[in-house]
């Protein structure tokens, strides 16, 4: 993907956006195409392609072909999946062609990966021999790895050459590559042995050899890395790029740090789709249809209002401690809330520092037992203002207690159960984030019930 040079200032860029959609949208219903393509010119390609995503279906290819073909390609990048689909179902053969034959490897494939596979047959066949060998390449490895990421646009250079030498060739390789911060150092047989940046090229004597000042310690992750670990080795190592190479550790790619940015952005929406009880598939949620969004939000709905069944059960059995001492029932929602959010604060914490690898070193049964003081700690907390409150309003000290006492019993069993179910989950390989929020108060909910009527017919003798 090429740098932009464009610049505007910083303050300005919400409302340009606002003002390119809304002035575009007039030029194009006034048929004033000269006036749209002068509107464009100035602006960023991601500008560009948010104010064409904002546009009706029919306009999209219309404003598209405005573009000269450099800033069309760029602009073809950064648009929604659904918008590209419906750009290459408008264009001829030959316009369809020559973006997708232009588009970065990386990016061609994850558009290929939306693409129903006829098409990708078909466009993948008519993709000049060097593009085809390079898209069939990533589209071998699995969704989801650094293979699939990565793009084999890198310059790599060999250890005997100098510094200006090398100079030359980045000079003459620069135009075609995609990455150009690094160079990747390699021997006769694409074996990576170091990596050099830049500015130690630049500031490094003309006669140097690259093997004189190159780094032998070199960060890099295989073709069958997940994508998260290439997110967090690029994030814990502060770097622009990270090289992907093979069993054999010959270089094949790299992956830049624009894409793990792409790749936090989903896996953070991923998580917080699932701790939301929501099923995510990467696409758009609000581009959706309400036949979509339904069946997405059902399954996990339908699970919660089975196992909510249960606390309806579980009151049905304690009908008689309720009927004795029909103040208990007022407190129920109060506990099972306290409870809940409890419970959901312990699991976010720990599902969080699973993902960023913050709880990586550290026992399960210390973070456990931490999460269990702190639930002790809150719930003592609460149980004597509960106390306090009941006997102050009501005058009943033994109901008031036994809130109280039920209180602190929930708070630390929700902090525990909170904490040690996404732990589990993790062992047993699953996404710790699929114990959710919603999970968690509704398994802290079951509990609660029976902790607080057991104790109260125990305090109050019913």
Do not use: C
């Not at 993948?124 to 060097?130: A, N």
């Not at 790599?156 to 030359?168: G, H, P, S, V």
């Not at 790299?254 to 792409?262: A, F, G, L, N, S």
């Not at 003081?373 to 203002?385: A, E, R, S």
Request: proline fraction near 4%; glycine fraction near 6%; hydrophobic fraction near 45%.
């Amino acid at each position: 993907m090429t740098e932009n040079t464009t610049t505007l200032p910083t303050g300005s860029r919400s409302e340009l956006r606002d003002l390119v959609r809304t002035q575009l949208q007039i030029l194009l219903e006034e048929k004033n195409f000269e006036g749209a393509k002068a509107l464009l010119i100035p602006v960023q390609p991601v500008d560009i392609a948010e104010a064409i995503s904002g546009l009706p279906e029919a306009m999209q290819a219309i404003a598209f072909r405005l573009l000269n073909k450099a800033k069309a390609i760029e602009v073809y990048e950064h648009l929604d999946v659904e918008v590209q689909q419906s750009l290459l179902e408008r264009f001829k053969a030959d316009e369809a062609l020559e973006i997708i034959d232009s588009m970065s490897p990386d990016d061609r494939a994850r558009l290929f990966d939306e693409l129903p596979p006829k098409v990708v047959r078909r466009l993948v066949g008519q993709l000049s021999p060097e593009e085809r060998q390079s898209t069939s390449l990533l589209l071998g490895y699995r969704p989801d790895t650094a293979g699939r990421l990565m793009t084999p646009e890198y310059i790599a250079i060999k250890e005997n050459l100098t510094a200006a030498q090398a100079q030359e060739r980045i000079r003459s390789l620069a135009g075609s590559v995609e990455v150009s911060y690094y160079v990747y150092v390699v021997d006769a047989a694409k074996k990576l042995i170091g990596t050099l940046s830049l500015k130690d090229l630049i500031v490094a004597s003309p006669e140097q050899t690259i093997g004189e000042i190159m780094t032998r310690d070199v960060v890099y992750a295989y073709t069958d890395t997940d994508r998260e670990e290439v997110a967090r080795l690029i994030q814990r190592y502060d770097l622009l790029a990270l090289p992907i190479v093979d069993r054999d550790e010959n270089l094949l790619g790299v992956v830049t740090v624009d894409d793990v940015i792409d790749i936090l952005q989903e896996e953070a929406t991923e998580d917080i789709y699932t701790m939301g009880a929501l099923q995510s598939d990467g696409d758009n949620y609000f581009q959706k249809s309400l036949f979509e969004i339904a069946k997405k939000r059902t399954p996990w709905l339908l699970i919660l209002l089975i196992t909510n069944s249960i606390t309806v059960i579980i009151l049905s059995q304690y009908e008689e401690v309720l009927d004795e001492v029909v103040a208990l029932a007022f407190f129920t929602p109060l506990l099972i809330d306290a409870g809940g959010n409890v419970g959901a604060q312990s699991s976010t914490v720990v599902i969080r520092g699973l993902s960023t690898d913050e709880l990586r070193g550290k026992k399960p049964f210390s973070v456990i037992f931490r999460e269990l003081m702190t639930g002790g700690l809150l719930g003592l907390i609460l149980g004597i203002l509960v106390i306090v409150a009941v006997f102050l309003f009501l005058g009943q000290g033994e109901i008031g207690i036994t809130v109280g006492l039920s209180l602190l019993s929930i708070t630390i069993i929700a902090a525990t159960t909170g904490a040690a179910l996404p732990f589990l989950f993790h062992s047993w390989g699953f996404d710790p984030a699929l114990m959710s929020a919603p999970f968690i108060t509704t398994v802290v909910d079951i509990l609660g019930i029976l902790i607080y009527l057991n104790i109260a017919r125990f305090l109050l003798r019913v």
